[in-house]
T-cell receptor
Framework: GQNIDQPTEMTATEGAIVQINCTYQ??????LFWYQQHAGEAPTFLSY??LDGLEEKGRFSSFLSRSKGYSYLLLKELQMKDSASYLC??????????WGAGTKLIIKP | DGGITQSPKYLFRKEGQNVTLSCEQN?????MYWYRQDPGQGLRLIYY???????QKGDIAEGYSVSREKKESFPLTVTSAQKNPTAFYLC???????????FGPGTRLTVT
């Protein structure tokens, strides 16, 4: 079956750096997405990786290793507003999105 | 202002009643999706539509029905056959440079 694993919850300190990991086993691979979802709201698109390596976008970076079925989202200079759930999703061979359960990130002052 | 609207934000129904959730988009996107999200879980696909007058079942279509008569609209009906309908329902379209999904604000349905 298809599976995406992320830690359920992580805690970090304001101003610090945090890395949220995602491992996947899917039937085919056509890209990996990271979304941010604040409590009670809809997910918003953060990043997309389809080739191995690091994509940087401001304070957020996303890394992909296709051979390892692994990605991470790196958040730098954490701010209180970064408290949210972070969802990893993989586009499979049928171009359907398979979603992880999300990682709830708690930022402490 | 382009976007996706879902209404209402909160919806309460009695068990045994059908209820229709609205989703409208003015992004001119062809593909539209309905997801269900339960606490602590990822998004699960209910139905999707790639084009007007055509739609496909997702992973958890039982107890739900949809229609796609217009490009802009993709309403979801939660029928009384859905055993556990209380959830957060999200509508999405696909677009952008990497075909990312855009989401509406969601409807939180409570059935008692």
């Amino acid at each position: 079956g298809q599976n995406i694993d992320q830690p359920t919850e992580m805690t970090a300190t304001e101003g610090a750096i945090v890395q949220i990991n995602c491992t996947y086993q899917t039937s085919g691979f056509n890209g990996l997405f990271w979304y941010q979802q604040h409590a009670g709201e809809a997910p918003t698109f953060l990043s997309y990786n389809v080739l191995d390596g690091l994509e940087e976008k401001g304070r957020f970076s996303s890394f992909l290793s296709r051979s390892k079925g692994y990605s991470y989202l790196l958040l730098k200079e954490l701010q209180m507003k970064d408290s949210a759930s972070y969802l990893c999703a993989v586009l499979d061979s049928n171009y359907q999105l398979i979603w992880g359960a999300g990682t709830k990130l708690i930022i402490k002052p | 202002d382009g976007g996706i609207t879902q209404s209402p934000k909160y919806l309460f129904r009695k068990e045994g009643q059908n209820v229709t959730l609205s989703c409208e988009q003015n992004l001119n996107h062809d593909a539209m999706y309905w997801y269900r999200q339960d606490p602590g879980q990822g998004l699960r696909l209910i139905y999707y539509s790639q084009i007007v007058n055509d739609f496909q079942k997702g992973d958890i279509a039982e107890g739900y029905s949809v229609s796609r008569e217009k490009k802009e609209s993709f309403p979801l009906t939660v029928t009384s056959a859905q055993k556990n309908p209380t959830a957060f329902y999200l509508c999405a379209t696909t677009g952008g440079d990497v075909h990312e999904q855009y989401f509406g604000p969601g409807t939180r349905l409570t059935v008692t």
